[in-house]
């Protein structure tokens, strides 16, 4: 459609007419800030790296409110407003994750996690038994988490099944949407509505 990146404006304009691939191109545009609001968080708080992902899903989920809420005659550009409006959404989140009643996820460790980059060993290997799922505690808590996530997967329609496999296979968003017939928002709805049923089932 454009031999050249076109502008904001332009993206926008036909973004508000349902232009997936201006979305495409937007979003493309703006990976960048997203991935920078993201590693700030988690700069200010080393604890959050495991919510790294909910953090660039949450800027993604901005960038698709700011389409429409932003106001060519603001006093700033579409990259300061969405910059801004998604940091803020981010630092709520990062807020509402340390609260007191979510501290246990934040400092939980898990034991089949990489100590560094550079190495394969986990913590595990340090610390842990030759086979944790011989202690009868680890087993039980064990076999309980696979209960319930085959709880939530039982209640799951055809649709989100498809949707679950797709994100676990690292589909691309793009192509993964396009599979289904559906709109990069309603897709990414999809995955953060899976997410929030298996979490709120396994940690109930």
Not at 15 to 34: G, T
Request: net charge negative; proline share 1%.
């Amino acid at each position: 459609m454009w031999s050249t990146m076109p502008g904001d404006y332009e993206l926008l304009y036909y973004c508000r007419q349902m232009d997936e691939q201006a979305l495409y191109f937007l979003i493309e545009k703006y990976e960048a800030y997203m991935a920078k609001i993201a590693a700030d968080a988690v700069a200010k708080n080393t604890f959050c790296e495991i919510y790294r992902d909910e953090f660039v899903a949450e800027a993604l989920e901005v960038i698709y409110n700011a389409i429409w809420n932003y106001r060519e005659n603001k006093d700033c550009s579409f990259g300061t407003y969405f910059y801004t409006c998604a940091s803020r959404r981010v630092k709520t989140l990062m807020r509402h994750y340390l609260r007191e009643s979510n501290a246990a996820n934040l400092y939980a460790l898990s034991l089949d996690a990489i100590i560094k980059d550079d190495c394969e060993s986990t913590y595990l290997d340090h610390f842990g038994t030759e086979n944790d799922c011989g202690n009868p505690i680890y087993h039980l808590d064990y076999k309980e988490a696979v209960m319930r996530v085959n709880e939530v997967l039982a209640g799951f329609s055809d649709v989100d099944k498809q949707v679950l496999y797709y994100y676990l296979d690292d589909v691309t968003y793009d192509e993964a949407a396009k599979n289904l017939q559906f709109s990069l928002k309603k897709y990414d709805n999809h995955i953060q509505k899976i997410k929030r049923n298996i979490k709120e089932k396994v940690y109930k």
